[in-house]
């Protein structure tokens, strides 16, 4: 069954192009809403252990061996929402049929490549789909053609080689050493190698490869370019998911099939964790586009992640995965909230914005939602993440970085509120005295998200012992 979480996208790109008709077109991103939301639907209401048997023709002849465990299913979960709200973005900001079909097609493409990163039980076949969404994600980028989407999508391909080449390398030293690439293999060699230099090599060029993938600093001058080049729907799945699924999610399963890679390796995580955290939201201050600062945003956001994961305790682990789910639902609603200010006002530039709350309060609402979980503020999903986070830190005596991850927190909040002044707040910028609230499907996608916040954050106890805690118990 799990190899349909594979399958079924690649089947709807085959039967979409078959059926290749002008009524095809006009409805193909509405197919991607429904499997997105079958996704989700699945992976909410059927057990692991029926998810996970591979009875049945697909089961027995597919190229890959696909498992499924907490973890995958919430990186699948997390999968389905993102796709689900950029996938209903791109319906209503792509006006030609054409363009909104081919947009749909490399979604599905992404949406299956994504599905088996988190599904694959050998590190080579996470390569090849870790490249699958990466060529995936090139193409999107650089939709608008234009000279700043091409030179964008430039840097995201030479800095994905150089990524690469790391990854490869590293596979290399641990089929070497283990005989084979299957995680199991992995895990066995590394306990006979416990310690090994060869290893702590192998390790560290491997999440190197992953902190490209996911914008950590140093690696992260592609990012901001390409949310500025791409469209809306694409910046969401970029800044929500992909980032996430091909950066940070490997980077755990190396951690967990070798043991951690020592102290040497949580030193460096802890450095780069903390780099990012600060270079980014310093960074977000000095922005004037929207999307721009959003940009540097992620790439903090995904310092507090990479530092959590630095701790190596089992509530470091629990606050970065929290926090993987918590910023994939409040960073995509805050790329959609500002999809409809660019449909609606033509322009990202927060200097020529200003009071648009009073045209289009259901945008300026979700906004502020999004923007006060972001920064941790009480009692949304972002505040608890973030103190998982704090507390493993601070329980694992590494004081410095809980300060700067609550310092970090007030910038945090310091150029949100800078956005919401210059784009919600005050009065109304000349020229936008006709503006009105986006169309339904803008606003639709930022109101489930933002209502996913606010219960995730009020059920927290619930979502943690359900969704968290059993991821727990595999990451040892």
Not at 344 to 357: E, F, H, I, V, Y
Request: proline residues 3%; charged residues 10%.
């Amino acid at each position: 069954m799990l190899a349909l979480f594979v399958l079924v996208p690649l089947a709807l790109v085959l039967i979409l192009n078959i059926l290749r008709f002008d009524f095809i077109k006009k409805i193909s991103c509405w197919t991607g809403v429904l499997a997105a939301l079958a996704q989700i639907g699945f992976v909410l209401f059927v057990p692991i252990d029926k998810l996970a048997s591979q009875s049945g023709f697909f089961g027995k002849y597919f190229a890959f061996n696909f498992t499924m465990d907490s973890l995958s299913k919430l990186m699948l979960l997390t999968i389905g929402i993102v796709v689900f709200a950029a996938v209903l973005i791109g319906q209503f900001t792509y006006s030609d049929d054409t363009k909104r079909f081919n947009f749909l097609n490399l979604m599905l493409l992404a949406l299956a490549g994504m599905n088996g990163i988190v599904m694959v039980s050998d590190i080579f076949s996470l390569y090849v789909f870790i490249e699958i969404v990466a060529v995936a994600s090139f193409i999107l980028i650089s939709t608008y053609k234009d000279k700043l989407a091409l030179e964008s999508t430039f840097k995201y391909i030479v800095l994905s080689i150089a990524a690469t080449v790391f990854i490869m390398l590293s596979i290399a030293i641990f089929m070497l050493l283990s005989g084979g690439t299957s995680f199991a293999s992995i895990t066995s060699m590394s306990k006979s190698y416990a310690g090994s230099p060869l290893i702590i090599i192998a390790v560290c060029m491997f999440i190197s490869g992953t902190f490209t993938k996911g914008g950590l600093v140093p690696f992260h001058g592609w990012l901001p370019d390409a949310h500025s080049s791409a469209p809306g729907s694409i910046s969401i799945l970029l800044s929500g998911i992909v980032i996430k699924v091909t950066g940070i999610y490997p980077l755990i399963r190396i951690l967990n099939l070798t043991g951690g890679g020592g102290d040497t390796v949580k030193d460096i995580l802890l450095v780069i964790g903390a780099l990012s955290i600060v270079v980014g939201a310093l960074a977000s201050l000095g922005q004037n586009d929207m999307k721009r600062m959003l940009a540097f945003s992620s790439v903090s956001q995904m310092g507090y992640i990479v530092l959590s994961l630095g701790t190596g305790t089992a509530l470091g682990i629990a606050g970065a995965v929290f926090h993987i789910l918590n910023h994939a639902i409040f960073k995509s609603q805050l790329f959609a909230n500002a999809a409809a200010v660019e449909k609606q006002a033509g322009t990202r530039d927060m200097n020529k914005l200003g009071g648009l709350a009073k045209k289009m309060p259901i945008t300026g609402g979700t906004s502020i939602v999004a923007m006060l979980s972001i920064s941790g503020i009480p009692p949304l999903s972002g505040f608890w993440s973030k103190l998982l986070i704090i507390l493993a830190l601070w329980q694992s005596a590494h004081y410095t970085y809980a300060f700067i991850a609550v310092v970090a927190s007030v910038i945090t909040l310091a150029y949100f509120l800078m956005l919401q002044r210059k784009v919600f707040f005050g009065q109304l910028a000349q020229g936008l005295e006709n503006i009105k609230e986006a169309k339904a499907g803008l606003v639709l996608p930022a109101i489930i998200l933002a209502l996913l916040t606010i219960c995730i954050g009020i059920f927290f106890p619930f979502i943690y012992n359900k969704l968290i805690l059993p991821i727990q118990s595999i990451l040892k």
